[in-house]
């Protein structure tokens, strides 16, 4: 294993700044390098450490597991780790799994006519880009809805996690239920800094981070440390207690007479250095454990032959020939330990949803037409009629269970409301006997942020199913635009499959006398 977390480090740095001679099979010279460096080298060992260790736990348990990468400028690691499994040559096959294919592995990164420096949508296995910040862990829940066999491995970053929309996401384990949804075991990776600035996170007393992370709901696991294989050995034990108690949760919740409470769902917090395994110090300055790493810590290797040689001084480090043949290929026993055909998570089938997507079964929507049999003859309001429609595609589809609503709280309001005809809110926090459509179970999501409402939709569309996000009036100014009650009864709808994405609104005068 720490024979595959090296080659994929190897194969990272080579992507940030080679274009040739990717085997140092010659010493390294000005015009192997690229003439512009971009990338993003400080998160990526982590993004490494973490894949190797997910492939064991998949190869042990026999788990479909989706990676979602939060750090999503760590796109090196993606692309190596997929390129080692095999998955990423199946798609692309003139980049092969040899000493050319590396090559022009390395050369497409971050250059004209390449590939982007992040995890970008043709990265094989990724639903989530991580280009906006925040929306990692509610992509992640909204993979894990209705699936219940799925494990959602979620990488957050600390910077990351400074953010509005991931620290509401935090609070989507209040809406997941182990009975009829997969898991999501967050991996918060406290690397210490962003691009120039420590993070708050990685700064804050243990204690106080353990209790933060209590108060959402979560049973949180440290793994902590720099020395490699004292790192491997915490890492693998602790992925596998958690997995236990995962699989204990769904196993309980999903035998007859569970009470239906919201589980303690495990999380691991892990703490490695910035720029693990990389220059300790450029130009006499910190790169190592510190924000210097975050891009490209060694600038001028094409121009200054002394940072060229702390390159390659970097790059033989990990010892390449222990890990390609002479043709460039990984050696077998370590391409032994990839999950096999679609356990890669560079080919799970719900990271292409479009593989798994199956049409809705819509009703005859001219069946719900009010018919005026003169002009302003009859008052109806759009909406209402939408929510008709909307509960007869909920019943229609209860079986496939491929379909949510999901909006803040305005589902009423939106006057969709008949769709709680045959269907409720799901909500695994405490129910009073008076709360109105409130179930463990149920095909509308309700929270008042609407970063969350449209982060679930999106990963639930990405895995391939369906779902429509009912907005917030526009009369509570959505976009910050006054607008009179008048528009109360249309609202704003949007309506998304996984095949599109319409948008509609309605912009109303005042009838009314005021402003």
Known sequence: MDRYWRAANYLSVGQIYLMDNPLLREPLRAEHVKPRLLGHWGTTPGLNF?????????????????????????????????????????????????????????????????????????????????????????????????????????????????????????????????????????????????IANPTLLARMDVGELKSLFTGYGYDPFFVEGSDPMAMHGLMAATLDEAMDRIRDIQTGARKEGWAGDRPRWPMIILRSPKGWTGPKEVDGEKVEDFWRSHQVPVSNARGNAAHRQILEEWMRSYRPEELFDAEGRLLPEIAALAPKREKRMGALPHANGGLLKKDLVLPDWKSFAIEVPEPGGRIAEATRLMGAYLRDVISLNGEARNFRLMGPDETSSNRLDAVFDVTDRVWMEGIEPYDVHLAR??????????????????????????????????????????????????????????????????????????P
């Open 50 to 194: 973490i894949y190797v260790h997910l492939n064991r736990l998949i190869r042990k348990r026999d788990l479909d597991v989706l990676y979602v990468c939060g750090p999503g400028h760590g796109g090196p690691a993606m692309v190596a780790n997929t390129w080692l499994e095999g998955s990423y040559s199946e798609i692309y096959p003139d980049i092969g799994r040899d000493a050319e294919g590396m090559r022009k592995l390395f050369k497409q990164f971050s250059f004209p006519g390449g590939v982007p420096s992040h995890v970008a949508p043709e990265t094989p296995g990724s639903i989530h880009e991580g280009g906006e910040l925040g929306y990692a862990l509610v992509h992640a829940f909204g993979a894990a809805f209705d699936n219940p066999d799925l494990i959602v491995a979620c990488v957050v970053g600390d910077g990351e996690a400074e953010t509005g929309p991931l620290a509401a996401a935090w609070h989507s384990n209040k809406f997941l239920n182990p009975r009829v949804d997969g898991a999501v075991l967050p991996i918060l990776h406290l690397n210490g800094y962003k």
């Open 441 to 514: 179970e149920g095909r509308v999501m309700e929270v008042l942020s609407e970063h969350l409402c449209q982060g679930w939709l999106e990963g639930y569309l990405l895995t391939g199913r369906h779902g429509l996000f009912s907005s917030l009036h526009p009369h509570r100014g959505l976009h910050g635009q006054p607008a009179c009650e008048m528009a109360e009864d249309l609202g704003g709808i949007a309506l998304a499959q996984a095949d599109r994405l319409v948008e509609l609104s309605v912009d109303l005068p005042c009838l009314a006398p005021g």
